[in-house]
């Protein structure tokens, strides 16, 4: 299976400060189909970016996603308030599934 | 509104069982695959098990193969989890989600997805 590595493991910013946030896979992700997801404490995953770089429904554009084959990145152009939370990378090109471990982004 | 609500959470004993329900609302449940999806306590996401719309294919993490199995009812527009022989490290909040809309296929067809749906999830404890 393909194993995500997401880095660093803890990103410390400050609001308005732009954010980027990597996840390398151990093989070629297939055709792209890598999401990101953002989670709050005590809340459920929200999908941000789907096929690597398609911006969900409602998602702001500060938030962008590029990369292919094996290198991924998500980025925040300018941080707001409540972007500080968990980001997790999602390959769904081969089976099974997989997600990466997840970047904290804090408060600096 | 689009809507995924998990129930059937709860205590239970190791090698106990317990089945895990997910009341979907909003959207064409049947024409959407879905997915069980787990998170330990502190820990991040683990995919459990999928289903495609029409049941024909159905997939599980090795973690939990031969010990769990989904199953939907598109006509009451529910999806299930039996989870037997429960662990310790089964312990975690499962979440019920969809499909989103761009799926890859594997070499048997089945289709993976991303998630574009999410419920608030259901904890289910395992104690040893």
């Known amino acids: 299976e393909i194993v995500l590595t997401q880095s660093p493991g803890t990103l410390s910013l400050s609001p308005g400060e732009r954010a980027t946030l990597s996840c390398r896979a151990s093989?070629?992700?297939?055709?792209?189909?890598l999401a990101w997801y953002q989670q709050k404490p005590g809340q459920a995953p929200r999908l941000l970016i789907y096929?690597?770089?398609s911006r969900a429904t409602g998602v702001p554009a500060r938030f962008s996603g590029s990369g292919s084959a094996t290198d991924f990145t998500l980025t925040i152009s300018r941080l707001e308030p409540e972007d500080f939370a968990v980001y997790y990378c999602h390959q769904y090109g081969s089976s099974p599934c997989t997600f990466g471990h997840g970047t904290k982004l804090e408060i600096k | 509104e689009v809507q995924l609500v998990e129930s059937g959470g709860g205590l239970v004993k190791s090698g106990g069982s317990l089945r895990l329900s997910c009341a979907a609302s909003g959207f064409s449940f049947k024409s959407y695959s879905m997915n069980w999806v787990r998170q330990a306590p502190g820990k991040g996401l683990e995919w459990v098990s999928s289903i495609s719309s029409s049941s024909i294919y159905v997939n599980y993490a090795d973690s939990v193969k031969g010990r769990f199995t989904i199953s939907r009812d598109n006509a009451e527009n529910s999806l299930s989890l039996q989870m037997n022989s429960l662990r310790a490290e089964d312990t975690a909040v499962y979440y019920c989600?969809?499909?989103?809309?761009?799926?890859?296929?594997?070499?048997?067809?089945?289709?993976?997805?991303?998630?574009?749906?999410w419920g608030r999830g259901t904890l289910v404890t395992v104690s040893s």
């Open positions: 093989q070629s992700v297939s055709g792209s189909y």
């Open positions: 096929g690597a770089s």
């Open positions: 989600a969809k499909e989103g809309d761009w799926s890859s296929y594997d070499n048997s067809g089945s289709p993976w997805g991303y998630f574009d749906i």
